[in-house]
């Protein structure tokens, strides 16, 4: 699981509850006794009491079951050192169980509310791997006024725009080979993925180039320093989350 993909324990528990609930009339009978109303309060830590009194006996044992099967993932996502990756095998893993939910008499039996919290904490995911992934390389493109001047200020703040490209370039690809190699499974959640990152670098990266590349483009060795334009940025990103090493020789600005 180095990729962050779905782990076995889920596909073999989600399997193995939506075959279960195929007698979920016959186990709400065999279940319906007092035992099922001590399990009431006790159905799972994140969920209320009024829900889980909404629930029949199965819905509640079933409550019970998944919230072992989601406090096991999420101790096995420490196992992850990349806390980038850890939101990654989180989204992956919720987004699995909540497919297989929705798609079998699961859905019917746990109701949309159970759902939505889990939906919600994929999106919760989805920022925190924004934030942890690309606060560092996007803290290179910040605006720090460095355009104006003469003399020796203008040479450092020629070197000081050099040293950010420098660090953004390394940041970013430094990120792109690691990343390349994570796996997001389902295609509309990789694609999610992609676009939010790409809404936070692409006009930065543009804005701060289009503010700042004249200083460092204007000789014979700018390609060192302003290595991409944004289409190619824009390229590099389409590369992630599909398990294998990407593009690397995609077409560059030089």
Known sequence: MMAGEIHPIT????????????????????LDDDAAGDDASHGGADEDEEYLQSLTPLGRRLVKLMSYLEAN???????????????????NN????????KDSELGRILGDQWTRRRRGKIRQ?????????????????????????????LGN????????????????????????????????????????????????????????????DNGRSSGKYIKYTAEDLENQLSDLFEGSLGSANHSRRR
């Not at 596909?11 to 065999?30: A, F």
């Not at 993932?73 to 989204?91: N, R, T, V």
């Not at 995911?125 to 200020?153: A, C, E, F, M, P």
Request: charged share 25%; aromatic share 14%.
């Open 11 to 30: 596909r073999y528990v989600m399997n193995y509850l939506r075959l279960l609930v195929v007698y979920s009339d016959t186990l709400d009978k065999l």
């Open 73 to 91: 993932l999420e101790e096995k996502s420490k196992l992850y050192e990349d806390g980038a990756l850890q939101c990654i095998f989180s989204m």
């Open 94 to 101: 919720t987004l699995y169980i909540v497919q297989k939910v």
């Open 125 to 153: 995911n989805s920022k925190s791997y924004l934030r942890i992934s690309w606060t560092k390389v996007l803290s290179y493109l910040k605006d720090d006024g460095h355009s104006g001047g003469s003399g020796n200020s």
């Open 157 to 216: 703040s020629t070197s000081r725009i050099k040293e950010k490209f420098k660090n953004f370039n390394f940041a970013f690809d430094e990120t792109y080979r690691t990343q390349t190699l994570w796996k997001v499974p389902d295609p509309q959640l990789r694609e999610e993925l992609k676009i939010s990152i790409s809404e936070n670098v692409i006009p930065a990266y543009r804005a701060f180039v289009g503010r700042y590349g004249s200083l460092v």
